[in-house]
């Protein structure tokens, strides 16, 4: 699958526009926080970071071979560094706070697939 091919809203259980995703309070400053849509084996797995007043959202896939990047599905990301995550798989480096791209590894130059999220009333939503 290219870049080209992952079309995020085309996935399974994908939120849609609109979709409450949690409480801003909920997000740590800095830290990666995960939110599963649907059921286990199916679920779409959204990635938020937030830095300060910013709010990135990112589809928990790998652009290498477009796996999940922590090990299992309760959690347990690796951080090569404070906004960088690092994929389980083959070590690509995604920086968090710029578009997702690929700093390190075998996907070089590409980027995680963004989810626009947008913050309304202390409520984080699926942006459009
Ligand atoms: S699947 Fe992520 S680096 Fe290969």
Request: charged share 25%; with cysteine.
């Amino acid at each position: 699958m290219s870049d080209t091919d992952f079309v995020w809203t085309e996935q399974a259980n994908a939120p849609k526009s609109g979709s409450v995703v949690c409480a801003w309070t909920e997000l740590p400053d800095r830290t990666l926080h995960e939110v599963h849509f649907g059921g286990s084996e199916e679920a779409f797995k959204l990635l938020l970071f937030r830095d300060r007043d910013a709010l990135h959202g990112y589809v928990n896939k790998c652009p290498h071979h477009w796996l999940t990047m922590n090990r299992r599905s309760d959690g347990e990301f690796m951080m090569w560094a404070e906004d960088e995550l690092m994929c389980v798989h083959h070590c690509a480096v995604f920086k968090l706070t710029d578009a997702g791209r690929c700093i390190d590894g075998p996907c070089l130059g590409t980027n995680l697939v963004n989810v626009p999220v947008v913050v309304l009333d202390g409520q984080v939503l699926i942006g459009e």
